[in-house]
Structures are given as structure tokens and as C-alpha cells.
């Protein structure tokens, strides 16, 4: 009798420790991943309608030459990548135009944080529900991005850009294609405040 009950004990043992390991996986699983590549403070803005223009360059000295007070550079996907905050229909000597996103939504502040982020994760990885201080742009390398905001869903797949929403904006962001999703996220926001917030989403349409 007592070694049927220690039996039983010891496959009840194992089975909890293989469903919190198949949780555990599953959970990592979904996790949807952001990693900061450059950011840098600003007192002021460009003047005018702002985008973010997105270049290639062959070497990141050669984006670092290229690059405006307004700019940032990284390596990332094994490309040396140059973001530029400036007003639409810039060029920069040297790089390959990938993309140009904007307008970018206006945000006053005493000073400014430029930030860039690579994020991603397989499908079905989401963010929790939050807001920032300013805004974010995105522009997608692989996969397909879902943004869920007060004003709608916006999806854009591999090759395709999408500007920000105000500051404070509640939204939810994921990987909403078949497979793995890698973006490049542009920040402007206030660098007085909190990068990110929880926030509440509201009923959304679309």
C-alpha cells in the first residue's frame, strides 16, 4: 500500500513538473521581444512636418558620417541602418533610401529621447496594453505587426512602414503573421517622463 501511494506521489511529481515545463515553454514562446539599438537626447526638435527616413549604408562609419544631430545609427540584421528625423523628401549622401514615415505626431518638451528598437517574436507574441510620452513608428523587416489603438487596427507586413499615434496613445502591438516578426520601431518622446506606461484600452474599432 505504501508503495502504491509513493508511486502515485512520484507520477503526480513528474506529471506537475512536465506541465509547468511545457507552460514555461510555452510561455517564451509567445514572448514578444524589444531590444534597444541606439537613442540619444535632444533639446530640439527639426522644424516643420517631421518623418523618420530610414537608410541603408555600406559600413556604420560611413551612417555615422552621414548622420544629422537629429539621427541615429545601428547595426542590425547584419545592415548598418541610419534613422533620420527631418522634414519629408531629405537625402543622405552615400545611403539607400528604405523608407520614409511620418508625418510624425507633433509633441512639445523641454527635451526630446530619439530611441530605436528592434522587436519581434513569433506569431501570437504580443505586448501588454501600454502608452508612451510621444510616439513610435514602425517599419517591418519580417513577418507582420498588428498595432491596436483607440482609433482602430493598423497591420503592415514585411517591407511596409506605419507612423505613430499622439502621445499617451494606449495600444497593443504583435506578431500577427505565420511567421517570426522583426521591426524597427522609431521613438520621439518627451525624455522627461517614463519611456513606457501601463495603460487601459478602450473599446476599439476595426
Given amino acids: 500500500m505504501r508503495h502504491l501511494l509513493a508511486l502515485r506521489c512520484s507520477v ?100 526630446y529621447l530619439l530611441r530605436v528598437v528592434r522587436s519581434g517574436g513569433p506569431p501570437g507574441a504580443e505586448t501588454p496594453v501600454h502608452a508612451h510620452p510621444g510616439s513610435e513608428s514602425f517599419y517591418v523587416l519580417r513577418g507582420e505587426l498588428t498595432q491596436k489603438s483607440p482609433v482602430g487596427v493598423n497591420r503592415v507586413s514585411a517591407g511596409q512602414s506605419m507612423a505613430g499615434h499622439p502621445p499617451d496613445t494606449p495600444m497593443q502591438v504583435s506578431s500577427s503573421g505565420t511567421s517570426d516578426l522583426t521591426a524597427l520601431v522609431m521613438f520621439v518622446n518627451d525624455a522627461t517622463k517614463p519611456f513606457s506606461s501601463p495603460a487601459t484600452m478602450p473599446s476599439v474599432r476595426g
Fill in 12 to 111: 503526480l511529481t513528474w506529471v506537475t513538473v512536465a506541465v509547468t515545463l511545457l507552460l514555461s515553454t510555452a510561455a517564451q514562446a509567445q514572448k514578444f521581444d524589444v531590444t534597444p539599438v541606439a537613442e540619444k537626447k535632444i533639446s530640439q526638435l527639426p522644424r516643420g512636418p517631421l518623418f523618420w527616413r530610414v537608410d541603408t549604408f555600406p559600413t556604420l562609419a560611413k551612417a555615422q558620417a552621414a548622420a544629422s544631430p537629429a539621427a541615429l545609427t545601428a547595426e542590425v540584421d547584419g545592415k548598418a541602418w541610419l534613422f533620420t528625423l527631418g522634414p519629408p523628401g531629405g537625402s543622405s549622401p552615400g545611403g539607400s533610401k528604405v523608407a520614409e514615415i511620418g508625418p510624425v505626431p507633433s509633441i512639445a518638451s523641454p527635451e
